[in-house]
């Protein structure tokens, strides 16, 4: 469809009357621009797990907040006022993501740390339901030293302090020493990955 012909404050004026064929040429016009911003963001934020459609989504929905609340009246171009839509329901998209990131961490590392604050016998095996945390956990633990990846495995498996210590013949503070390194490695790992 030849959009050029068109000018956009008729199309506007078309879509917020209901008009879908005017809604499909403004946004055939626009979505080149849509991509880019899309994009911007997206390999910003590529770290996040989210796929390149997810951005564009965002994209279109927040074009199509914009097509529906644009007001001429206020002296601005449209494609000013639907950049900056688009450019802030991505970035609000952006923080929300990275705010689930930080939850996820956060929820698997505060319970998981109770297990390695006391010295005694924990079940923690209630932590391990979920596949992801298992892979994150044997990352950390191979990323570990053999000595530190032992007192770490032990700990999962539900051993306590003194017990670890009789086991490898090694002092209680010594346990204690590894279990803070490893305990830092998951942390780094969960921050990581999650």
């Given at each position: 469809?030849?959009?050029?012909?068109?000018?956009?404050?008729?199309?506007?004026?078309?879509?917020?009357?209901?008009?879908?064929?005017?809604?499909?040429?403004?946004?055939?016009?626009?979505?080149?621009?849509?991509?880019?911003?899309?994009?911007?963001?997206?390999?910003?934020?590529?770290?996040?797990?989210?796929?390149?459609d997810d951005f564009l989504q965002e994209a279109r929905i927040s074009f199509y907040k914009a097509l529906n609340s644009y007001d001429e009246k206020k002296n601005s171009l449209?494609?000013?006022?639907?950049?900056?839509?688009?450019?802030?329901?991505?970035?609000?998209?952006?923080?929300?993501?990275?705010?689930?990131?930080?939850?996820?961490?956060?929820?698997?590392?505060?319970?998981?740390?109770?297990?390695?604050?006391?010295?005694?016998?924990?079940?923690?095996?209630?932590?391990?339901?979920?596949?992801?945390?298992?892979?994150?956990?044997?990352?950390?633990?191979?990323?570990?030293?053999?000595?530190?990846?032992?007192?770490?495995?032990?700990?999962?498996?539900?051993?306590?302090?003194?017990?670890?210590?009789?086991?490898?013949?090694?002092?209680?503070?010594?346990?204690?020493?590894?279990?803070?390194?490893?305990?830092?490695?998951?942390?780094?790992?969960?921050?990581?990955?999650?």
């Amino acid at each position: 469809m030849n959009y050029k012909k068109y000018n956009d404050y008729e199309l506007i004026d078309k879509v917020q009357e209901n008009d879908e064929d005017s809604r499909s040429i403004l946004f055939e016009k626009y979505h080149p621009i849509l991509s880019n911003l899309a994009k911007e963001y997206y390999h910003k934020f590529s770290d996040y797990g989210y796929d390149l459609d997810d951005f564009l989504q965002e994209a279109r929905i927040s074009f199509y907040k914009a097509l529906n609340s644009y007001d001429e009246k206020k002296n601005s171009l449209f494609y000013t006022f639907m950049v900056l839509c688009v450019r802030r329901g991505l970035l609000s998209f952006c923080r929300n993501i990275s705010c689930v990131k930080k939850n996820i961490s956060s929820r698997y590392f505060v319970h998981f740390d109770e297990c390695f604050v006391e010295d005694e016998k924990s079940d923690i095996t209630s932590f391990f339901h979920d596949l992801d945390f298992q892979s994150i956990c044997k990352k950390a633990i191979l990323s570990l030293p053999f000595d530190i990846s032992v007192v770490f495995e032990l700990k999962l498996n539900g051993f306590s302090y003194r017990e670890i210590s009789i086991l490898l013949d090694i002092p209680t503070s010594s346990v204690e020493f590894r279990c803070r390194k490893a305990r830092r490695e998951l942390k780094y790992q969960l921050e990581r990955n999650a």
